[in-house]
């Protein structure tokens, strides 16, 4: 479940901040393929790669990992 809540944050935040997938997966140095995995929740993302997202659209790390249960 965090997984898909991660990935949906990312993608959010990634299309706010005018990313487009392979944009961003250029800049945090994986594939567009590895970075759809992650925004659909069907890949858990490393902490180096949480890291690199958030470094690149300019959010805390917490902004995508912190998990608010229904």
């Known amino acids: 479940m965090e997984e898909e ?12 901040k005018g990313y487009t997938q392979r944009e961003l997966a250029e800049k945090i140095h ?5 970075l759809g995995e992650i ?17 690149v659209l300019d959010i805390e790390l917490e902004e995508i990992v912190t998990y608010k249960k229904n």
Do not use: Q
Not at 41 to 54: E, Q, V, Y
């Open 5 to 16: 809540y991660w990935g949906r944050r990312i993608r959010a935040f990634r299309k706010l």
């Open 30 to 34: 994986v594939s567009v393929s590895v």
């Open 39 to 55: 925004e659909r929740g069907n890949r858990l993302p490393t902490r180096k790669i949480l890291m690199d997202i958030a470094r």
